[in-house]
């Protein structure tokens, strides 16, 4: 499961003169795996035995009675593994109907090739994330939008021409920066778990190329955090000529995250002026809500958008496109 959106309390109205409450589970989620993401209903009795909890009990026992704020109980489940008995209705609406939760695999190391064309033939390793139990998905998938940056940069290196410097913003495997390392004299990979980037960069750093990583570093970067941010840029203080991004809005939960997201994209790009820096977003479309919030988030943090001719393309299923935002 992906992200949740909300959680209805409904009250039967008829009776006014009852006055304990009816409390019923109705949750909109978002499912996704590797190739397709999808929006799903989540009705009272599935519900109740994904949490374990009645409606009744999470709103009167663990006070949680505003269905704007997922609880915790809810929040838990973002990002585990399940596998989904369901119905589409004639509307193509999809009902859940049964749930259970999949057992993770035991943490291997495992060399992954880019299915991408890379003209320098790069190699990358990934290390499963060893910490299964909180169900962290980062360094874990090489997502659809990874992979349309990677043949977007492998067949356009020449774009990268005059680019020194670049930093980018939800790495994950990090196979995306690692390419960009072999156009770039510095990189700096961040995500909110850099451990994951350290090692990986080890990893390929003992491959057959030792010196190929001289100017590759990963950061802990969490968007909005001003401190975090203010860190690399002090140890950075000349800034970056590129900020890079791919798929890295697919694990929000909130929607407010977009702002942040943006906020940090304004504030590198500030560092090195007008024209002397752009973000490049490889973006994938999976919902019509999210297509317009990212560009409108643009917009109104005074950035231009626009989509980069030709690069308009599906992969997993999905439409991709890749953007250049400026200042």
């Not at 670049?166 to 994950?172: D, N, P, Q, T, Y």
């Not at 990963?218 to 941010?229: T, V």
């Amino acid at each position: 499961m992906e992200s949740t959106y909300s959680t209805e309390v409904f009250v039967n109205p008829t009776f006014t003169d009852v006055q304990e409450h009816v409390c019923r589970y109705y949750m909109n989620a978002i499912i996704v795996d590797e190739t397709v993401t999808t929006n799903a209903v989540f009705f009272n009795d599935v519900m109740t035995d994904l949490l374990g909890v009645t409606c009744d009990d999470m709103v009167n026992l663990h006070g949680h009675d505003d269905p704007k704020i997922p609880p915790p109980h809810m929040l838990s489940k973002i990002g585990v593994p399940m596998m989904f008995n369901l119905t589409i209705k004639p509307d193509r609406s999809i009902i859940v109907n049964k749930v259970a939760e999949i057992s993770m695999p035991t943490p291997t190391t495992t060399n992954l090739t880019p299915q991408t064309p890379d003209p320098k033939s790069l190699t990358i390793k990934r290390q499963m994330a060893k910490k299964t139990a909180d169900f962290d998905l980062t360094g874990q998938l090489v997502w659809p939008g990874a992979r349309l940056l990677n043949e977007f940069v492998a067949t356009n290196s020449e774009l990268l021409q005059g680019y020194s410097t670049a930093i980018e913003l939800g790495s994950g495997v990090g196979v995306t920066g690692i390419l960009c390392s072999r156009f770039c004299r510095k990189v700096v990979l961040t995500d909110h778990n850099d451990e994951i980037l350290k090692k990986n960069i080890e990893l390929h750093k003992s491959s057959e190329n030792p010196n190929s990583c001289a100017a590759l570093s990963a950061e802990k970067l969490e968007w909005g955090n001003s401190d975090q941010l203010n860190y690399i840029l002090q140890k950075h203080p000349d800034g970056f000529d590129l900020v890079l991004g791919a798929d890295i809005y697919i694990l929000f939960f909130q929607q407010n995250s977009v702002p942040l997201l943006f906020d940090t994209v304004k504030q590198l790009l500030c560092q090195q002026g007008k024209e002397k820096c752009r973000f490049i977003l490889a973006y994938i479309s999976r919902s019509k809500m999210m297509d317009v919030m990212v560009t409108k988030e643009a917009i109104q943090h005074g950035l231009q958008i626009h989509e980069v001719d030709g690069s308009r393309r599906v992969i997993s299923n999905l439409e991709g496109v890749i953007y250049n935002i400026t200042l």
